[in-house]
């Protein structure tokens, strides 16, 4: 089994000056030459392989008779994977078949042995991934050329995807194949803004020396006001997709500056994600949230006079995305084809490879089109991920159906 293979090679996203460092890069080599020479027992020619600038796998498989020279699709997946532990990230995993019950009688599952994860996320997608073209060349199924684009640090940075030398890239249409919810179709992904907001600037003092004056201004009280302000979690959902959120809002850490439990503080500091899907909601909640945190240090500058609020902020792209792409229109009725009626498309607000490519153009110049299906994953990154043996194979024959149905849509 090809997912079984990969995830017997522990990989992790590479952590600069973690003290493995080292091991983590062997270990990436390692798993990348394993699937390329998999890619090369089945007929790929081996010419065709390279490992970029960015540490990205790019594998072209050529079209068969007929369709050489029509434009590829991509494949695209990862080879990196999240630890249970990071500070011991290159644990063996050692995958099991088990049964679960999910509610429906016991299944096969593989699952890790409890204490690492499965690295399912996204092993099982590569293992489909070679299988889909395993079959293409067993079986001799007409198909267009195919580029594999498989990067190394999806868990992490993601900034491979910004080295990709897309001179070298004629698909437009993309199939990344990562966990997803089942026969579920994503058109289009979300931004996601990392916002730092740092209060300084106030006097501080003791506890109960100064704590009747006036002049005096607890950073706890400005911390109070700027998290009641901001506040948390979906802010709006989407009108075309009503279960999905169209923006959110995550407080993922606050507090004051070094203090004792006599000491007044004098600063504070909070840290916000933002998700969002709608250009026009993002910008006017980042300007409501600087416009909030004006009107708080104006409040108390008359009393605390050296009181600053500073913002920093990352921001990462979205790609709204077009529902009706015609790869979209192919996934899903391939899924339906296989006998999964159940396949829909619809548009998610959180970051993905798919929001950096759906903003990039192709070596002619035209914007990618990304979509996003792959098989469910249970509690992914953590020891008790499991992967479903059965979801595994229906996508499986899912991604097989797209790329013969879209070889067949540009005849």
């Not at 890619?39 to 369709?67: A, C, H, Q, R, W």
């Not at 695209?76 to 995958?95: E, F, L, Q, T, Y």
């Not at 706890?220 to 075309?240: A, C, T, Y």
């Not at 909070?270 to 300007?287: A, G, I, N, P, Y």
């Amino acid at each position: 089994n090809a997912f079984l293979k990969l995830a017997m090679v522990t990989s992790p996203s590479i952590v600069e000056g973690h003290p493995m460092q080292v091991e983590m890069e062997k270990a990436l080599d390692e798993v990348r030459n394993l699937y390329a020479n998999m890619f090369v027992d089945i007929g790929v020619p081996k010419e065709n392989m390279e490992v970029d600038e960015g540490g990205s796998l790019i594998m072209k498989v050529p079209g068969t008779k007929g369709y050489e020279d029509k434009q590829p699709i991509m494949l695209m997946g990862h080879v990196d994977i999240v630890p249970a532990n990071p500070k011991d990230p290159m644990r063996s995993v050692r995958p099991t078949l088990i049964k679960y019950d999910m509610g429906n009688g016991l299944e096969d599952f593989i699952a890790s042995d409890g204490t690492t994860t499965l690295g399912a996320d996204d092993k099982s997608s590569l293992g489909i991934i070679w299988n889909t073209v395993r079959r293409l060349y067993k079986e001799k199924v007409p198909h267009v050329p195919l580029e594999i684009v498989i990067s190394p640090d999806e868990e992490s940075t993601c900034a491979s995807v910004d080295k990709l030398d897309r001179s070298k890239l004629d698909s437009k249409y993309i199939v990344i194949v990562d966990h997803e919810e089942e026969f579920n179709i994503t058109t289009g992904t979300g931004g996601f803004v990392d916002l730092r907001i740092d209060v300084s600037g106030l006097q501080g003092g003791h506890s109960a020396v100064d704590t009747h004056n006036e002049k005096i201004v607890s950073a706890s009280d400005v911390l109070l006001e700027i998290l009641n302000m901001l506040g948390n979690r979906v802010m709006k959902f989407n009108p075309k997709f009503p279960k999905q959120p169209l923006i959110s809002k995550n407080i993922a850490g606050y507090g004051l500056g070094d203090v004792t439990i006599t000491t007044i503080p004098n600063s504070a500091w909070v840290s916000l994600s933002l998700r969002s899907l709608s250009q026009h909601e993002q910008d006017k909640e980042l300007e409501r949230i600087q416009s909030e945190l004006k009107r708080i240090e104006e409040k108390y500058n008359p009393t605390e006079p050296g009181l600053t609020i500073n913002t920093k902020m990352e921001t990462w792209p979205m790609y709204e995305g077009n529902n009706d792409s015609p790869i979209a229109l192919v996934a899903e009725s391939a899924g339906k084809k296989i006998g999964h009626n159940e396949t829909y498309r619809d548009q998610r607000h959180w970051y993905a490879q798919s929001s950096q490519l759906g903003n990039m153009t192709n070596a002619r110049g035209e914007h990618f089109e990304p979509i996003i299906i792959g098989p469910q994953v249970l509690n992914e990154h953590s020891p008790n991920e499991k992967q479903p043996v059965h979801s595994m194979l229906e996508v499986d024959k899912w991604l097989f159906q797209i790329v013969k149905d879209y070889t067949e849509s540009i005849k």
